[in-house]
């Protein structure tokens, strides 16, 4: 059977939350989404949230709350969710496209700096690319609005400090390929007691909320997080030792976060093609990290972000998801091993 790059980490518990939130007619918004509110609001501290239907929702809202004039710029990495353009040209502004950090996947203040220099912007939105959390003090410290995606980057920490704590507005995607997963939604919230004051104005939410069978699974997700998070460091930590091996190239988390292993991204130095080409053979399924954001769809001009623009053509992105089991760790990282 192929090993694919992703897979939700649904088991029974989910299961059985999903049912009982049907048998009970709670499928629209109700007690289980104000359950995972306040269990959300235990891990991240923060002041008012909104339970909401899906990521690009919560990215429209935010931006809205942020109050910009038609035509204004809002900063994004060029390696952000290709949706995130769609979003920000539907509210008539103008993405204003930022380069990552030489060997990182993520923006940094100096590239933040160099976009900002070029067009100007009023918002920045910080995308965790790959779980992957920039300098967000310095960037913070920077003047603008922020608005965090912290979906990838759940579980990601510094001491005390979680990612996802540096936004006017974050917002905690619940897709199926997020951390969390709840086979959809998202988490829209604010930290600080002024901001929130914007988003309460926002509500009420109506079809907009999430329903309970999905918060209802994210309850759980949120409960067996721990757990998820020590088998994905261990099936990384096989895949680290086989990397080593290879000429190929690893990111390595900046600063003195704590990865929490959402994925495992290769920079290759041989070609896409071929090494699909080879995991296809031993049944094991390899796709292209940046394929589905801005760079990586074509909608960033190849020379104006360069470093995005090289990534999104040599970055391959390997099974890593906490169902994995010790048979299927050895024969991904015997893949690594060898790739060519």
Same mark, same amino acid.
């Given at each position: 059977m192929k090993i694919e790059v992703y897979s939700p980490t649904i088991r029974r518990k989910e299961m059985a939350a999903v049912l009982t939130a049907l048998v009970e007619d709670k499928v629209g918004p109700g007690e289980q989404a104000k359950l995972l509110i306040q #269990?959300?609001?235990?891990?991240?501290?923060? !002041?008012?949230?909104?339970?909401?239907? %899906?990521?690009?929702? *919560?990215?429209?809202? /935010?931006?809205?709350?942020? +109050?910009? @004039?038609?035509?204004? $710029?809002?900063?994004?990495?060029?390696?952000?969710?290709?949706?995130? $353009?769609?979003?920000?040209?539907?509210?008539r502004l103008k993405p204003v496209y930022c380069d990552v950090a030489p060997g990182t996947a993520v923006m940094s203040p100096e590239t933040l700096q160099a976009a900002? %220099? =070029?067009?100007?912007? =009023?918002?920045?939105?910080? +995308?965790?690319?790959?779980?992957?959390?920039? !300098? &967000?003090?310095? #960037?913070? $410290? &920077? $003047?603008?609005?922020?608005?965090?995606?912290?979906?990838?980057?759940c579980g990601t920490v510094m001491g005390e400090t979680r990612a996802g704590s540096f936004g006017v507005f974050t917002i905690l995607g619940l897709e199926e390929r997020d951390m969390l997963t709840a086979g959809g939604g998202a988490l829209l919230y604010a930290v600080n007691r002024r901001d929130a004051g914007v988003l309460r104005g926002i509500t009420p939410l109506g079809e907009n909320g999430l329903p309970d069978m999905n918060a209802a699974? *994210?309850? #759980?997700?949120?409960? @067996? *997080? /721990?757990? +998820?998070?020590?088998?994905?460091?261990?099936? *990384?930590?096989?895949? #680290?030792?086989?990397?080593?091996?290879? =000429?190929?190239?690893?990111?390595?988390?900046?600063g003195e976060w704590d990865y929490n292993n959402y994925a495992f991204p290769l920079i290759l130095e041989t070609g896409m093609k071929d090494v699909k080409a080879y995991a296809r053979r031993k049944e094991i399924a390899v796709e292209n990290a940046f394929g589905d954001t801005l760079a990586g769809s074509g909608e960033v001009p190849s020379g104006l972000c360069p470093e995005a623009y090289s990534l999104s053509l040599r970055t391959a992105l390997f099974p890593l998801y906490p169902r994995l089991g010790a048979a299927e760790t050895e024969k991904v990282a015997k893949l690594i091993m060898t790739l060519p």
């Open positions: #269990i959300a609001r235990e891990y991240f501290h923060y !002041d008012f949230c909104l339970a909401l239907r %899906s990521p690009a929702l *919560a990215l429209y809202l /935010a931006l809205r709350a942020v +109050n910009l @004039e038609d035509g204004q $710029g809002v900063a994004v990495s060029a390696l952000s969710p290709r949706y995130y $353009g769609e979003i920000i040209r539907e509210l900002l %220099s =070029r067009e100007g912007a =009023r918002c920045v939105v910080v +995308n965790h690319t790959l779980g992957y959390v920039p !300098d &967000m003090a310095s #960037i913070a $410290g &920077m $003047g603008l609005p922020v608005i965090e995606d912290c979906s990838q980057s699974m *994210a309850v #759980i997700q949120f409960r @067996e *997080a /721990a757990r +998820n998070m020590e088998k994905r460091r261990e099936i *990384a930590a096989a895949y #680290i030792r086989a990397a080593l091996r290879t =000429r190929h190239s690893r990111f390595v988390q900046q």
